[in-house]
Structures are given as structure tokens and as C-alpha cells.
């Protein structure tokens, strides 16, 4: 078995700051372009610094919103491993190591550190096309907030009495290239899946769940393959709905101490929204996810709680449809409530 060098990097818009982590004791490197001429560097540096000519390399970073993807597309062409771990299980790691400092230089460190002692799973790469349906659906979204930014910004200038004509026309030209940016968009998306048929397949039929619809189904979508390639293909349903943080965290402490129970928020949040407003629409359909929330209602859960287990429902559903290759039968998947929701 080769040996591992954990590296941490922390990464930035222009720049990051790695670090190695090698028996107990951790080196910093330096801080490198985010480009390819600080990744080659890199690379000589780990080179210089390998135990061994045989060294399985492992990166370890945070996902940071894209400013990541290059460096990771790097690794992957050079043989590295990459680990992207959540990050509040890092915070939680740093916090019981007695770490306060936050720099990038400790974060790097940090991150080297998590990788040697926690050894994450590595995650494979993503398929082309789903890496591009991820830099299309993260644009949209962007679009979105910013014309719901220019909508709320028009409508509360058309309430005053007097009104500046020319921001008024500033702020409809705006929405209107916003509009036309988020056409051109989503035509962008229509033509990926044209082009991409098995992906098309895979949508349509994970619109056959319940509270999963136009909105909401790519970015499951994407969520599965994202899981599939963290896991090596070998995840859990359980283990998958931990990852997306709708996992129940009790809360006990001694005898006499006991709240009730929450999910732990742990993954991504714009996933648990895209669930919780599916679970919002489908509950008030004629279908199995109405009949099991309007079950839980009767045995006396919360509307709200229901709806998140409800959420949770969801997406157990969904993974059986997209790991099974089948539609969606209510006969065939389970309608017990989650544990503990």
C-alpha cells in the first residue's frame, strides 16, 4: 500500500495556502497562484517533500463556491486523491484540538491535519457533463437572487410618491437583461440534457416523486451524482441523508436534561430548501407523501416537523428511484416516519 500526504489547501479567489501533514507534526508550505503556474509549484514542492517516490498524494480543501475547480481538475489529471470534507465537521475537529487561530496559512494546516487523522473518503471525479449542469444551475441561482434583488429594489421605489424617473428605467433595463441572461440560461440546460439522454432519462424519472418537480429535480440530480462519486458508489441512504443534513440530532444530557430533537443541518442548506419547498408542494397533492404527512399530522407532529420529515421522505424516495433505475412506485418504497423527527 503506498503511503498518503495529506495536503491541505486553503483556497482564494487568487491565491491559496498549503500545508502537509506528515506523522504528527504539520508544515506549512506558502501561499500559491490559484492558476497553473501555482499548482505546478505546488506539485514540485509535495514532489520535494514526498516520503517516498511511491506517495499517494491526498488533497484536502473546502468547496468554496468554484474557486476550487481548477486546482481540483489538477489533482485529478496528476494521480492525486481529493477530499472535499464538510465543513463543520472540520470546524467541529479544530474545536477539539484546542485550535483558535484563523488564518489561511492554519487553515491549510487545519485541513492537512483533518486529512491524516480522519482520512475522509476521496471522491471521484464528476462526469463532464454533470460538472457543467453544476456551473449552469450555480449561475441561474445567481441570476435569480440578483433579479429578486432589482424586483424588490423597483417595487419599493414605485411606492414612493415621487419616484426618480431615471432610476426607475435603470432598474427595468437591468431586470430585462436579467431576464434575457436567465433565457439564455436555461436554454443552455434544455440543450445539455438534449445532449446528455441518459441525464434526461434520470430527471423525468425522478419527477415521478413526489414534491420533486421542474424546480427542484436537476438540483437533486446533481446531489446524487455528487454523493455517488463522494462515496465511490458504495453510500447509504442513511448515510446520504446525513450528508444533506436532515440527519435527527437528540439532544440528552444526564438524566433530566432533554429537548426535543432537530435535524443537524450539517450539509448543504440549498439542498434541504430545494426539499422542504418540495415537501411544501407535494404535501398538497393527491399523492403517497400527502397521505404519509397528513398521517403524521393525525398522531399529533407538528405541521412543521412534518414537513421536514416529509422533506426527509423525499429524498429516501428519490435515492431508491435514481440508484434503482426504476419510477416511483408508492407500493414498493417505505412510509415509515424518520426516527426521532
Known amino acids: 500500500m503506498a503511503n498518503k500526504l495529506y495536503v491541505g489547501a486553503d483556497i482564494a479567489q487568487g491565491k491559496f495556502d498549503a500545508a502537509v501533514w506528515q506523522g504528527a507534526t504539520g508544515t506549512a508550505l506558502k501561499a500559491f497562484s ?20 511511491d506517495t499517494q498524494i491526498v488533497l484536502v480543501l473546502e468547496p468554496t463556491g468554484g474557486y476550487e475547480l481548477a486546482v481540483v481538475a489538477f489533482a485529478y489529471d496528476h494521480g492525486w486523491q481529493v477530499c472535499l470534507p464538510n465543513p463543520k465537521q472540520v470546524r467541529d475537529f479544530a474545536k477539539s ?32 457533463p454533470i460538472q457543467e449542469l453544476i456551473e449552469l444551475l450555480q449561475r441561474r441561482e445567481d441570476l435569480q437572487q440578483l433579479k429578486r434583488s432589482e ?32 433565457a439564455a440560461i436555461e436554454q443552455a440546460i434544455a440543450e445539455l440534457l438534449t445532449q446528455n439522454p441518459d441525464l434526461k432519462r434520470e430527471a423525468k424519472r425522478l ?13 437533486i440530480l446533481v446531489l446524487f451524482y455528487r454523493w455517488q462519486a463522494r462515496t465511490s458508489g458504495r453510500g447509504t441512504p442513511k448515510g446520504l441523508v446525513a450528508f444533506v443534513g436532515l440527519d435527527p440530532q437528540p439532544y440528552e444530557s444526564g438524566r433530566s436534561v432533554h429537548k426535543r430533537a432537530t435535524i443537524s443541518k450539517m450539509g448543504d442548506r440549498s439542498v434541504r430548501r430545494y426539499l422542504y419547498l418540495g415537501a411544501l408542494g407535494g404535501v398538497h397533492g393527491q399523492n403517497a407523501l400527502r397521505t404519509f404527512y397528513n398521517r ?46
Do not use: C, M
Open 34 to 53: 490559484n492558476d497553473r503556474s501555482g499548482f505546478e509549484q505546488l506539485a514540485a514542492r509535495l514532489a520535494a517533500v514526498a516520503p517516498a517516490h
Open 97 to 128: 484540538n484546542g485550535r483558535r487561530a484563523k488564518t489561511d496559512a492554519q487553515d491549510a494546516l487545519l485541513l492537512a491535519q483533518f486529512g491524516a487523522e480522519q482520512q475522509p473518503e476521496p471522491q471521484q471525479e464528476l462526469p463532464a
Open 151 to 182: 424586483s424588490n429594489r423597483l417595487l419599493g421605489l414605485q411606492q414612493r410618491p415621487r419616484p426618480t424617473q431615471a432610476v426607475l428605467e435603470s432598474l427595468e433595463r437591468t431586470i430585462a437583461a436579467l431576464e434575457a441572461q436567465l
Open 207 to 219: 419527477r415521478s416523486v413526489p414534491g420533486i418537480g421542474e424546480r427542484n429535480v436537476l438540483p
Open 296 to 341: 403524521l399530522v393525525s398522531r399529533g407532529k407538528a405541521k412543521r416537523l412534518a414537513l421536514v420529515a416529509a422533506a426527509h421522505k423525499i429524498l429516501i424516495w428519490a435515492w431508491a428511484v435514481f440508484s434503482q433505475g426504476v419510477d416511483f412506485d408508492p407500493s414498493r418504497f417505505p412510509q415509515e416516519a424518520p426516527a426521532a423527527i
